[in-house]
């Protein structure tokens, strides 16, 4: 026992006046049951993302048009759903679908179960969960996509138009390539929000991973903080993983906030990879390159 008593109590608040066992922490964090709840973590928070950005994108458009009923209906949209808490959404439509009973589509659907699962995740709670994170992302996404097409050169387009593209060709072509670079680095950020937002699922008993962890080994072994612990550090990996994914994106697609300078700097293994993009100079295509005349 350490005689120091600030070293005693720092101790004491690690273990919680010893009682919390982190021999449950080292045995139980690759759990089956945890790495299945990781997997449905995942799958969640990248489909939610997918749908999301495209509901995104789809109310840009609304919020654009001149008919009024689908622009009125995307200022509606966004201004309800970012005005309402994400888990009051969830447990709203998890009771919706309950009461046109979704769950009689979902009887004998079980596609986590073709991959070996132990666990059973109810399918009616994720696609409520699923929806949700979707609607509730596309209102965020929709402020991205805006200040990311917003952000190109009105004149863009105008010379689209002057060489004959139509608008929606001129904005698959021209515009959103370009906005893209804009979009990544809060996409991004958005989808980081988003893997831990899934543990909002828990409240309608979604299997993901806070779920699996907290509460099906937590009450069973009376050790609920040392399963919040796995939980924690899974949520850790998730994230910091997806970080270093970000970092390499925003860098191939040249998106970054990299100060000029840096471009030459950069390490033997981001050439190895192709990450970092080409620098200013190199950037500039031959046809856009000033003229050089030859006087003699």
């Given at each position: 026992m350490?005689?120091?008593?600030?070293?005693?109590?720092?101790?004491?608040?690690?273990?919680?006046?010893?009682?919390?066992?982190?021999?449950?922490?080292?045995?139980?964090?690759?759990?089956?049951?945890?790495?299945?709840?990781?997997?449905?973590?995942?799958?969640?928070?990248?489909?939610?993302?997918?749908?999301?950005?495209?509901?995104?994108?789809?109310?840009?458009f609304f919020r654009r048009s001149q008919f009024g009923p689908l622009m009125w209906f995307g200022r509606a949209y966004v201004l309800l759903v970012r005005g309402t808490p994400l888990l009051v959404q969830i447990l709203f439509l998890a009771t919706f679908l309950q009461l046109i009973h979704v769950d009689r589509f979902f009887a004998s659907f079980d596609p986590f179960g073709q991959f070996g699962f132990s666990i059973q995740v109810p399918m009616d709670a994720f696609v409520a969960a699923l929806a949700a994170l979707s609607i509730n992302e596309g209102a965020y996404m929709a402020e991205i996509v805006r200040a990311g097409i917003d952000a190109i050169d009105t004149g863009q387009m105008e010379a689209a138009k002057s060489l004959g593209m139509t608008y929606g060709l001129a904005m698959r072509r021209i515009v959103l390539p370009q906005a893209a670079r804009v979009i990544?680095?809060?996409?991004?950020?958005?989808?980081?929000?988003?893997?831990?937002?899934?543990?909002?699922?828990?409240?309608?008993?979604?299997?993901?991973?806070?779920?699996?962890?907290?509460?099906?080994?937590?009450?069973?072994?009376?050790?609920?903080?040392?399963?919040?612990?796995?939980?924690?550090?899974?949520?850790?990996?998730?994230?910091?993983?997806?970080?270093?994914?970000?970092?390499?994106?925003?860098?191939?697609?040249?998106a970054s906030n990299v100060e000029p300078g840096s471009q030459n700097a950069r390490s033997r293994w981001q050439r190895s990879f192709g990450f970092g993009g080409r620098s200013a100079r190199e950037a500039v295509p031959e046809a856009l390159a000033p003229p050089s005349f030859d006087h003699r």
């Open positions: 350490n005689s120091n008593p600030i070293i005693q109590f720092l101790i004491n608040v690690i273990s919680l006046n010893n009682s919390f066992k982190w021999e449950y922490v080292f045995k139980y964090l690759f759990h089956p049951y945890v790495l299945q709840g990781v997997f449905v973590t995942i799958v969640l928070a990248v489909c939610a993302q997918l749908v999301g950005s495209v509901i995104g994108l789809l109310l840009y990544i680095p809060p996409l991004g950020n958005e989808f980081n929000g988003m893997l831990k937002n899934t543990s909002l699922a828990y409240v309608i008993s979604v299997s993901e991973l806070l779920f699996t962890s907290y509460k099906t080994f937590g009450p069973a072994f009376g050790a609920t903080e040392e399963f919040l612990v796995i939980a924690s550090f899974w949520y850790l990996v998730l994230t910091s993983a997806w970080g270093l994914i970000q970092v390499a994106i925003e860098r191939k697609l040249n």
